[in-house]
């Protein structure tokens, strides 16, 4: 068992988390079941479950990063390593416990919180690949792949073929999607007809620059 509470309590309300979804009720049956007091739980979670379904993510997102570094030793296209990066989020983890968070995420109140956290996974698929963009690709490239994200975990929650192999095609998809748009924002520059399209597009992109704490890639 681990000695980190907030890792003890997160352990101990997934099981709930199908039943009770991310509410108050399974935030007090994980501190009974972690043994933690109550009171001691609120404060390691001021805003109880709901701090417990950010931390679920961002675990997610952790383990995630970790068996990337298996993907560099592959002859894979960029293409290829984004949608086997975004299999592996999406794929991982229990249905039902994935179900009851984008339920959470959709409620008003944590809507801005749920864009942050797709936001942050787009972002740490790309910099666990390599990404060195510092310009407005840095933007568009996290929320492209966010918007797959979200949409992947949609479809997986409905997916009842076997090793969700429905939902990694899917996913294949809407990669192959994402990077013909990218490979066309390099290409239309050079296109006369599209050019006039182009242009003012490639000009607003090299004016935006990453947040100055942004990851430089590797």
Do not use: Q
């Amino acid at each position: 068992m681990t000695d980190d509470p907030k890792a003890r309590l997160l352990a101990a309300i997934l099981p709930h988390v199908p039943f009770d979804g991310w509410t108050d009720r399974a935030f007090r049956r994980a501190a009974r079941d972690a043994a933690i007091p109550e009171a001691e739980a609120r404060l390691l979670c001021p805003r109880g479950a709901s701090d417990l379904a950010a931390l679920w993510h961002r675990e997610g997102d952790r383990e995630m990063r970790e068996r990337l570094p298996g993907l560099a030793g592959l002859r894979l296209r960029l293409r290829e390593r984004v949608a086997a990066a975004v299999r592996d989020r999406t794929l991982r983890g229990d249905r039902e416990v994935l179900r009851r968070s984008l339920a959470h995420y959709a409620l008003p109140a944590n809507a801005a919180e749920g864009a942050r956290l797709l936001w942050e996974t787009a972002d740490a698929v790309w910099e666990a690949l390599g990404d060195t963009s510092r310009d407005g690709n840095w933007y568009t490239k996290r929320a492209t792949l966010a918007a797959v994200v979200a949409a992947a975990a949609l479809f997986r929650v409905g997916d009842d073929s076997p090793d969700g192999a429905a939902t990694a095609a899917f996913v294949d998809r809407r990669i192959a999607d994402v990077m013909a748009f990218e490979a066309w924002k390099g290409t239309a520059g050079r296109n006369p007809l599209l050019r006039p399209l182009a242009a003012p597009l490639a000009w607003a992109v090299a004016r935006v620059r990453a947040p100055s704490d942004a990851p430089k890639g590797r």
